[in-house]
């Protein structure tokens, strides 16, 4: 929620997937709806994949054994997860600052 001129309303929140043709979906409300409990849900998913992925990415990588296939493969799905985590992190910034704006003085 964001107060503007004493009265609190809605804050559009990015979504951690898209719709049709890759345009991005968003979701208004307060943030304790089930949609917006889905996003966190998928956010923290999105965010272990990434994990998970950079530990796959360190082992394949530690030796001169991988292929250009692999490393290709690794680079896609890298760049896969790049993308997921920075639309989380442009939605979370988003919120963070339209939180902190409620603080701000008028």
Do not use: N
């Amino acid at each position: 929620m964001r107060a503007v001129g004493g009265r609190d309303v809605s804050v559009a929140r990015l979504l951690p997937w898209t719709g049709t043709g890759g345009k991005p979906c968003y979701v208004v409300g307060d943030g304790t709806g089930y949609v917006s409990r889905r996003a966190d849900e998928v956010e923290d998913i999105q965010l272990d994949m990434a994990y998970e992925l950079l530990g796959h990415a360190d082992g394949l990588l530690a030796g001169p054994g991988a292929t250009a296939p692999q490393i290709h493969f690794l680079a896609s799905r890298l760049r896969e997860s790049l993308e997921q985590v920075q639309r989380i992190a442009e939605s979370r910034g988003s919120r963070l600052e339209a939180a902190l704006s409620r603080f701000a003085p008028p």
